[in-house]
């Protein structure tokens, strides 16, 4: 718990992330089957939470079970196999993290004005689907998504390293106070590995007046490890609700990275050697 010089003080003068801290360190340092987590992982520094990292990794290879309440989607999609959304008491999303982090956008980025659906298990607990999920209110919509190469060509499959515009429409379909726009790259897990937006290199777009189209791009250095990848876009107000949300809308992959380690995400263009000291 790396508290060893406030041990002997009582408990009640601990703070909070201070208790998190040796509850759990005392409950893993039984031999447990069962290890249950709500958000505890938030505290500490990195150090800390990278040792609670290799415990809970222990636990998993053990084949023990680990109910972890979150949500952290990256943490979700690095160490769940499956996952369980809850809404107002109901199991919306019983399935793998990238298809229930995906409609927990929804929960809380979607209108307000409709009922989420259930959306049933398939045989063997996990939900079937299209790798895009698509929610909003539709007073903005994108439509026409591609990534283009130096030549100005629509590619699906991209080479590590190079350049490449990335860009879709949006069709503003009423008069809207304010629009922000941008791209997010997760690999199939459905981790986040990459994002940019206008309201992080410049501010949202103020008023948009029905009828207007508006061209969103951004142009990459593809410096991804070669790999499957999924592309997300979308239109939304500047305090988060989607006109048009696009999850994993383009599917597209990379290659050319044979000198990388096959886990790897990204490419950072090494020139490896060894010599004599």
């Known amino acids: 718990s790396e508290l060893r010089e406030f041990i002997d003080q009582p408990f009640r003068t601990y703070s909070s992330g201070m208790k998190c801290r040796l509850t759990f360190s005392v409950s893993i340092a039984v031999d447990l089957e069962i290890l249950i987590i709500d958000e505890a992982l938030a505290v500490g520094d990195a150090s800390f939470q990278a040792k609670c990292f290799r415990k809970i990794d222990e636990f998993r290879r053990a084949g023990k079970t680990i109910l972890f309440v979150s949500h952290d989607e990256n943490i979700l999609t690095s160490f769940c196999t499956r996952a369980i959304l809850l809404e107002k008491g109901r199991v919306v999303v019983d399935g793998t993290p ?16 409709y009922e989420l659906a259930v959306q049933e298990p398939a045989p063997g607990g996990f939900v079937t689907s299209k790798d895009e999920h698509r929610f909003g209110s539709r007073e903005a919509e994108v439509y026409d998504i591609g990534i283009l190469d130096a030549q100005g060509r629509r590619v699906s499959v ?50 948009q007046e029905k009828g207007k189209v508006l061209l969103v791009k951004a142009e990459l250095s593809m410096w991804l490890a070669a790999g499957e990848y999924f592309l997300t876009v979308g239109a939304g107000r500047t305090d988060g609700m989607q006109y048009d949300l696009r999850n994993d809308a383009l599917h597209f992959r990379v ?17 490896f050697s060894i010599e004599p000291a």
Do not use: C, W
């Open 98 to 113: 990238a298809v229930a982090m995906k409609r927990y956008m929804e929960v809380i980025y979607g209108p307000k004005n």
């Open 255 to 271: 290659v050319g990275t044979p000198q990388l380690f096959t886990t790897s995400s990204v490419n950072l263009d090494p020139r």
């Open 158 to 207: 991209l080479q590590s390293g190079k350049r490449y515009t990335a860009f879709y429409y949006v069709h503003v379909h009423a008069d809207v106070t304010s629009l922000s726009a941008g791209f997010v790259i997760r690999n199939p897990r459905g981790m986040d590995l990459f994002g940019v937006g206008n309201t992080s290199v410049g501010g949202a777009l103020g008023p």
